[in-house]
């Protein structure tokens, strides 16, 4: 695995099951891979939208009081000087002068290079910026430079005042986005759960400042039901209350949603009381007032901002680690993932009993049209034997398997087996 840093049994038989299925690669892997990078393979980008359509859905679509929107990733420098990114958003970084590895400072144990055990060659903590800088067009100066968003936080702020003027949006409301975020982390690590590029998908609910409490609450709630929705067992998320010294430079409230993930408890999402912090920076760097006006009264003020933050790889591979399973059919190790039946690539795999039978290979190609037609994510399996299918569509986490046999071809029933029992039952046809 190119991921030298996967410390863990489990992890290790995830990211091997990734692979081999055609959920995520290595990015960049017939070169010898770029750190930090993954690809998602036919599965795995069916399974991310999966995850994304049901969050827009959940908190776009199905609300009065949310509005969406698709900002450029690369935006004016203006943004990333204004909302304190270009200066603050730092990590520190220490240098072994034996073999050169560079380590986040604070995940260097008794002063030992993590990467070649030599003891005290590190260097002092320097800052080292994580974004990702470029020049928008051909002349390369200072006037061109622009970055990769590392938050897709800032597209939404910048648009506030125009989906202000659009909708007209009684407060409070919010504004959710979902797209990719670049940093270059000093170590990338983990397989998906650390990288350099990934995707986001964050809320700026934009609230009264006397009422930020409430809203918090209110999301607070709304993001256990989404980690439910996932199908993340309650006891596996924990609630950290971050303390003012770890909070990002822009909030005065942040709570992480950590997941019990086999490489330990880690951060799942956040949610953070942004303040005014950014609308207020935006009214003073470009001079263009951010004030809401309550309607019907005079009363005016900069809103403040509630911000659900959720990562969609982290989030990904929480679905897939909670999915994860172990058992034994008929004293055979078996491998399948207990994947929630919405967020599954594939709803039903349909098979002839036998490929080399031409009116069970046509009677068996009818139903898979019909599924097909109907629920979309349906594949089509007539490799290897019975046993075999059944153990490849447990690995992709397939609900459930259909299979054409000779007694379809007298009464219209199928065979459909359960991934997560195996269960085998007859069904007619046109109740699948
Ligand atoms: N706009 C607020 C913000 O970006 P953050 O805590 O830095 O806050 C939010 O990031 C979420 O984005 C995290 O909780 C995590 O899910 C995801 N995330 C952050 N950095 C990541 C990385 N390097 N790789 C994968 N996901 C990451």
């Not at 974004?131 to 928008?136: D, L």
């Not at 490849?392 to 065979?415: A, S």
């Amino acid at each position: 695995m190119s991921d030298k840093n996967i410390r863990n049994e489990k992890m290790e038989a995830i990211v091997s099951l990734a692979k081999r299925r055609g959920f995520v690669y290595q990015g960049s892997d017939v070169y010898g891979g770029l750190s930090g990078t993954w690809d998602y393979g036919p599965l795995g980008v069916t399974l991310k939208r999966n995850i994304m359509c049901l969050w827009w859905k959940m908190f776009v679509e199905e609300r009065d009081d949310m509005y969406g929107v698709d900002a450029a990733i690369l935006m004016n420098q203006k943004v990333w000087i204004a909302s304190g990114h270009a200066t603050g958003f730092n990590d520190p970084m220490v240098e072994c002068n034996n073999c050169q590895g560079r380590f986040v400072a604070d995940t260097v144990e008794n002063n030992k290079c993590p990467t070649c055990g030599k003891e005290d060659t590190l260097s002092g903590p320097v800052q080292f910026n994580m974004m990702f800088k470029t020049h928008v067009g051909p002349v390369e100066d200072e006037s061109s430079i622009s970055f990769l968003r590392p938050e897709t936080a800032q597209g939404i702020f910048t648009n506030y005042k125009n989906v202000i003027d659009s909708f007209h949006p009684d407060m409070p409301f919010g504004i959710g986005q979902q797209g990719k975020a670049f940093r270059n982390e000093i170590s990338p690590r983990d397989f998906i759960f650390r990288t350099r590029e990934f995707e986001q998908m964050e809320i700026e609910y934009f609230v009264d400042p006397a009422k930020w409490e409430e809203s918090f609450e209110m999301w607070r709630k709304l993001v256990w039901k989404w980690c439910e929705s996932i199908g993340l067992s309650a006891d596996s998320i924990h609630e950290l209350e971050v303390p003012e010294e770890d909070r990002a430079h822009y909030s005065k409230r942040t709570i992480d949603f950590e997941y019990d993930y086999p490489i330990g408890r880690q951060e799942l999402l956040g949610l953070a009381y942004r303040t005014d912090f950014d609308l207020g920076n935006i009214q003073r760097e470009a001079g263009k007032n951010m004030e809401y006006n309550v309607k019907g009264t005079n009363k005016k003020f900069i809103p403040h901002v509630i911000e659900p933050s959720f990562g969609v790889e982290r989030a990904l591979m929480a679905v897939l680690s909670s999915a994860y399973a172990e058992d034994a059919v008929n004293g055979e190790k078996r491998v399948f993932l207990k994947l929630p039946e919405h967020l599954a690539p594939v709803k039903f795999a349909i098979s002839p009993l036998l490929k080399n039978k031409v009116e069970l290979v046509s009677k068996a190609r009818e139903v898979y049209k019909t599924l097909k037609s109907k629920y979309g994510a349906v594949m089509w399996d007539d490799n290897g034997n019975i046993g075999k299918r059944y153990r490849r569509q447990d690995e992709i986490g397939t609900p459930k398997c259909v299979t054409i046999d000779f007694q379809t071809l007298e009464d219209e029933t199928v065979t459909v087996r359960n991934r997560d029992t195996t269960e085998q039952k007859r069904i007619a046809i046109n109740e699948l």
